[in-house]
């Protein structure tokens, strides 16, 4: 099974900030990868799609960006409402998430 | 506009079997595929499994042995059976929908708490 390790798990940023939201794979996933927001009591939300295409309706202050095995999710200014977590996921070989990062405000 | 919509029971005893329905609307089940995707409570998420568009299934390796999933076109219902239910298996349980064969998750359902509890 490819294991996705997400860095840091915990990001305080405040509002304007370039944040930067890091997923590694354990091999190469040759850029199948998507990322979500899950806010509190909420299900996830699509953000990117096949590492760097925006889903209809994301803000453009959201991007993503990698190939091989090291990704990036970065917000260019940091909103309130972007207070959530963050997972990425694989499917290159299956399917399998993050352990994702928890994007708090300063 | 598309929704999904999970029920079921929110308590299943240990060792009994868990059946959830997935009721959608806004799109046809013969275009699209559904995905079960589990988060236990304060963790990360899980896929269990999907149902293709054109009716085949995919699960979840570690899960495979326990799990069924399957589909009432007519009904826009989505079905999903676990047996051997243990307490691990307690999580907020999702479907979610992938247009035709892509793998990511563009529309999902509010979930629905499962516990695993005697």
């Known amino acids: 099974d490819i294991q996705m390790t997400q860095s840091p798990s915990l990001l305080s940023a405040s509002v304007g900030d370039r944040v930067t939201l890091s997923c590694k794979a354990s091999q190469n996933i040759y850029k199948y990868l998507n990322w979500y927001q899950q806010k509190l009591g909420e299900a996830p939300k699509l953000l990117i799609y096949y590492t760097n295409s925006l889903q209809t309706g994301i803000p453009s202050r959201f991007s993503g960006s990698g190939s091989g095995t090291d990704y990036t999710l970065t917000i260019s200014s940091l909103q309130p409402e972007d207070v959530a977590t963050y997972f990425c996921?694989?499917?290159?070989?299956?399917?399998?998430f993050g352990s994702g990062t928890k994007l708090e405000i300063k | 506009q598309v929704q999904l919509k999970e029920s079921g029971p929110g308590l299943v005893q240990p060792s009994q079997t868990l059946s959830l329905t997935c009721t959608v609307s806004g799109f046809s089940l013969t275009s699209n595929s559904v995905h079960w995707v589990r988060q236990p409570p304060g963790k990360g998420l899980e896929w269990v499994g999907a149902i293709w568009s054109g009716g085949s299934t995919d699960y979840n390796s570690a899960l495979k042995s326990r799990l069924s999933i399957s589909r009432d076109t007519s009904k826009s219902q989505v079905f999903l059976k676990m047996n051997s239910l243990q307490t691990e298996d307690t999580a907020i349980y999702f479907c979610?929908?992938?247009?035709?064969?892509?793998?990511?998750?563009?529309?999902w359902g509010p979930g629905t708490m499962v516990t695993v509890s005697s």
């Open positions: 979610t929908r992938s247009p035709a064969m892509y793998w990511y998750f563009d529309f």
């Open positions: 996921q694989q499917y290159n070989s299956w399917l399998t």
